[in-house]
C-alpha cells in the first residue's frame, strides 16, 4: 500500500522555522521526483520544492528561494526545512511522488501520482 505521511507542521512566529517531515512506504526508484507542495485557504495548490530521489539540484517556488531547503535521507523520509516563515506562508503543506520520472523536475501537480494528507503549519505576524 502506497503511503505518504507528513508531520512537523504547527504554529510558529514570524521570523521562526520549521521542519516538516514525509515518511514514504512505496518502493523508491532514482528517478522518482519528491515534491513539496502548499495550498492556503481559498486558493490553489502550488509548487514549493522538488528534488530527485536520486539526488541532485534541487528546485525551488520564486517565493521560497533562499529560505526552505528540500532533502532527504536514506530511510524513505523527505524534509523540508523552513526558515524565516512570513504570515503569507501559512498554508497545508503536501508531499507528493510523480514514479514517472526523467527531463525536468516536475512543478505540475498533475503530474504527480501519490500525496500525502497534509500538515497544518501557521505563521503568526
Known amino acids: 500500500q502506497v503511503r505518504l505521511v507528513e508531520s512537523g507542521g504547527g504554529l510558529v512566529q514570524a521570523g521562526g522555522s520549521l521542519r516538516l517531515s514525509c515518511v514514504v512506504s512505496?518502493?523508491?526508484?532514482?528517478?522518482?521526483?519528491l515534491g513539496w507542495f502548499r495550498q492556503a485557504p481559498g486558493k490553489e495548490r502550488e509548487f514549493v520544492a522538488v528534488?530527485?530521489?536520486?539526488?541532485?539540484?534541487p528546485a525551488y517556488s520564486d517565493f521560497v528561494q533562499g529560505r526552505f531547503t528540500i532533502s532527504r535521507d536514506t530511510t524513505n523520509t523527505v524534509y523540508l526545512q523552513m526558515n524565516k516563515l512570513k504570515p503569507e506562508d501559512t498554508a497545508v503543506y503536501y508531499c507528493?511522488?510523480?514514479?514517472?520520472?526523467?527531463?525536468?523536475?516536475?512543478?505540475?501537480?498533475?503530474?504527480?501520482?501519490?500525496w500525502g494528507q497534509g500538515t497544518q503549519v501557521t505563521v503568526s505576524s
Open positions: 507528493a511522488v510523480d514514479t514517472n520520472g526523467g527531463g525536468v523536475l516536475p512543478r505540475q501537480r498533475s503530474l504527480y501520482d501519490y
Open positions: 512505496i518502493r523508491t526508484f532514482s528517478h522518482y521526483a
Open positions: 528534488m530527485r530521489w536520486s539526488g541532485g539540484d
